[in-house]
């Protein structure tokens, strides 16, 4: 069964500063692995999506990382903003089709 | 292009009432998946849908349920409800099926059950 962690639970950084939110899964037989970041009572927002074959993506100031061998995948985001602040998803799409996804990272970035 | 569509927004029902909700995906995706998500457990994969069948299933009792139609819309059913079942319910569309692209979300459906 896939199990997806997500370190750390919650990460409060002063605004400019770069950060790291790491992702690690258990089951390295994945399709993809796609980050999200989730508002207070809102939907999902996609920010990257990774297949297997790939190493990184980036987008912006954004930049996610894959390692399926070692079952890692991080989100560098650098020069942090206070719109940055929300709930960090990853998910990874396992080889039974299912999607699985990590608890989240709180993020709160201060002016 | 509209997002993914889900209705109604918000709903309160009493334990044993059932809920239907529903999802309407992105123009000219085929896939529709819909997720539990509470504070405690986080999300939870419920079902998928791909060209109105189900191909995947979570870890949820018979009570709920889904179906898709031929446009792609779909509707999740939450049949003898409780208090447990109160969570915000997700529903994702893509273009194929899950394991190939990227997801898209839909702003959710708020059950509270009483």
């Known amino acids: 069964k896939q199990e997806v962690t997500q370190i750390p639970a919650a990460l409060s950084v002063p605004e400019g500063e770069n950060l790291v939110l790491n992702c690690s899964f258990t089951?390295?037989?994945?399709?993809?692995l796609q980050w999200f970041r989730q508002d207070p009572g809102k939907g999902l927002t996609s920010l990257l999506l990774i297949q297997s074959s790939q190493r990184e993506q980036t987008s912006g100031r954004l930049n996610a990382s894959l390692d399926k061998s070692s079952g890692r995948s991080t989100l560098y985001i650098a020069a942090s903003q206070p719109g940055d602040s929300a709930t960090y998803l990853c998910?990874?799409?396992?080889?039974?089709?299912?999607?699985?996804f990590g608890k989240g990272t709180l993020l709160t970035v201060n002016p | 292009k509209a997002g993914v569509t889900q209705t109604p927004r918000y709903l309160i029902k009493t334990r044993g009432q059932q809920v239907t909700l529903s999802c309407s995906p992105i123009s000219g995706h085929r896939s529709v998946s819909w997720y539990q998500q509470t504070p405690g457990q986080g999300l939870q994969f419920l079902f998928e849908?791909?060209?109105?069948?189900?191909?995947n299933k979570g870890n949820f009792p018979g009570r709920f349920s889904g179906r898709q139609f031929s446009n792609s819309r779909s509707e999740m059913n939450v049949s003898t409800l409780e208090l447990g079942d109160s969570a915000l319910y997700l529903c994702?569309?893509?273009?194929?099926?899950?394991?190939?692209?990227?997801?898209?979300f839909g702003e959710g459906s708020r059950l509270t059950v009483l």
């Open positions: 089951d390295s037989a994945i399709y993809n």
């Open positions: 849908y791909f060209s109105e069948t189900q191909r």
């Open positions: 998910a990874v799409h396992g080889s039974n089709y299912k999607l699985t």
């Open positions: 994702a569309s893509q273009v194929g099926p899950t394991n190939t692209g990227e997801l898209f």
